[in-house]
């Protein structure tokens, strides 16, 4: 981009925004450089901080003018490097709209700024009995914005749904800074269903400024059941015993040895040490219904083999039979410099195969890996142990991770199950899709932003527009 | 029922090379189709449309049911019986309880009009089920998308765009859904109540943690349904009081199908789709009230354009749902912005708009 481009970009955006809202600065930029996944990396032309919708959309017209890229970013707790700034962008960073706008508890929804963290809806509808369903690990920290544009899970997603099925309607802005409502306030739309598109689209197809929510009435009680086993395939099949005998559970886990001893060295939740794999299964809903429940999945568990059994005593017990889940990731992270976070989908019944088969790779690749798994519905996080500073070890910890995809894609499951594609798997898109796929995914892009402005680089591979697309520059096209 | 379900993989009904090939043709031809399998829409949930008819009604037959794995692959001519006969064996189910019109009503129908049953607000929609999509675009090109797991975010939710397209994006070729076990018990209750109360009251049923799995009204009366474990479903009723439906009763079925007498005869008849607690001035004494609120039928003679501002004021939008001026438009309008996207969206999957033509809007 020429000098004299780049300074109108910048007199525009501050006249809009005021300077206090614009940072110029490589230094000041730094902590915008990358989100969670921190081996993607780059600095933006400038980092735009918008208080208001009106300032959104005239970021967007001014960039629209101009031509220039747009990268929206939340939180910057994403793990695909979707939120990466291009470096001949703006970073459109919506912290700032950080507002609830409405809460109507009959009704049980919520509007949201994108900037709202997905924790800080369920505190603040908590008095009503209500709640907000995904629960991303990040939830102390993601923003609902951020949550929209990957679609996040979380541990709860067998029972109540993902991003894509708690949310009501969008108030977005096109590329050209063009305001619109898609969904309704009621339960769906009468053209196509643009929430469904929108939702995990990564921030390529139009810039959400505003959210309305489902609320989930908080369930009276819930349970956690806590097995070992003495073998990853005696716990795999006894996550089908539990989803056979008609039970859904709030939340079905699985970690294997290494996460199991790193979780338990971190938050001495009372795990088993010995065991090869355990399970954490939460029962939620009536009281009756949880004793219920209760009673049937230590039944299952006996009968399949379990090492051990604990049930949570109260809920300062069920949060700590949690709190070593929720913080394997950390855990895990002190095992070695860096881990890198996959997140394949796969049909249930492959955990054992595809277990397997890591382990092998893990070998060979000389690479501890660790395992993480929303058992309940097949979605793995492997978590790979490397040392950044070491190339080598960063181009092993990538090829494991992208074997692991493949593999996941071969036993007739995904490369993403809730981390998106972002930068990171866009190399693997082919692995999942056909050409033709890809240029189907291309022309809904195109129908969106012509002069693919938004997010460019990343979620889908662009094939057939290459000659006038600013791709990201080749040192972020690994291979 | 008259087939039984065929074992995964060993049925010869994959006509999915035959719909490319006569597709093909059409293209060639700058013949638009009307894509149709049992008929039962033909004349509901969009505009007429008068294209030849693309019959997909042989591409049938489960392809692929894991019971352990809560998911079932099934070509888009399965009558739905098909499906739910082959779930019953295991004691699982269609989460969306749709409408099985007569028997006629097949998947691919089902996840183009989008239509679910009761249940729908506590356990989804077919749109919310659908895990991928086998598709044939309007460049006759067959694609897969989504897949057979719970999660997966690689790409655009092509599948579920599919839901209420009425076929204007591609011909539904294979759809794989969600499943859930089938309640352990199930018992409705009802109670005497006016419209206004009974708008409240199903929406403060639905915000406590009880296993609600049904609310309609009709005529002065609330009826809700309570499905999920025994003992929550028991101490549910004793709590909530109201009279005990027989288990013979069938009118949630009814109420599904459509076949309750308020659905009997020729008058226009309006689906109001609206926020649950709105309170809508438009003759809501003659409405009938499902999803908890949320969806509303309304049956005879009515100014579409007021109708249409009432559900606007409601938080929703409104479709002249059957009967009435089939060739007008039946839904809601768009703004100019969202009818751009749309039709830019049309043109990204069907560029020749060879695909139901009209049916869901004129100008789509």
Redesign the interface.
Known sequence: MPESSRDELKRRLQQYLGADNIIVDQESQRPYECDALTIYCDLPLLVALPETTVQVQQVLRVCHQLNVPVVARGAGTGLCAGAMPHPEGVLLALTKLDRIVNI?????TARVQPGVSNLAISEAVAA???YYGPDPSSQVACSIGGNVA??S?GVH??KY??T??NILSLDIL?VEG???T?G???????????M??F???EGL?GIVTEITVRLL????AAQVVMAGFESVDAAGDAV?AV??A???PAGLEMMDRLAIQAAEDFAQAGYPRDAAAILLCEVD?????V???VSQVVNLFNSMGASSLTISRDEAHRSLLWKGRKSAFPAVGRLAPDYYCMDG?????QVSFVLNEMHQMSEHYDLRVANVF?A????LHPLILFDASDPNDVRKAEEFGSRILKLAVQV??????????GVE?LRL?PS???T??LL??E??????DPALNLNPGK??PILKRCQEYRALPTRHQHE | MSEEPKPAGLDASDHSEAIVTSLVQAREEGRPVYISAGGSKRHIAGRDCDSDILDVSLHRGIVDYQPQELVITARAGTPLTELIAALQEHNQMLPFEPPLFGGKATLGGTLACNLSGPARPFRGSIRDAVLGVQLINGKCELLNFGGKVMKNVAGYDVSRLQAGALGTLGVISEVSLKLLPQPEKTLSLRYEMTVGDAIECMNRRAGEPKPLSGAFWFNGELTLRLSGAASAVDSTATQWGGDILEAADNTWERLRDMTLPYFANDEPLWRFSVNPAATISAATDSSLIDWGGAQRWLRGEYPQQELQQAAARAGGHVTLFRGGDRAAEVRSPLSGAEQHLQQQLKHAFDPDGILNPGRLYSWL
């Open positions: 109507d508890p009959l009704a049980r009503h009995g209500l990957e679609n899970g997603c067998l749904g993902l894509v099925h096109t063009e305001a619109l898609i309704s306030q009621g339960l769906d739309s009468p053209g196509y269903d643009l469904a598109l939702t995990g689209s197809l009435p908080l369930p009276e089908g989803i056979s008609g039970i859904i809903g009536t009281r009756e219904e004793d219920q429940h989908t796969i049909p249930r019944g929303h309940g519905d097949g979605n007739g499951g995904c490369i993403t199950g809730e981390h998106g594609v798997k898109m999942q899709f056909s033709e796929e189907q995914l022309d809904i892009k195109h129908a969106f979620g889908v």
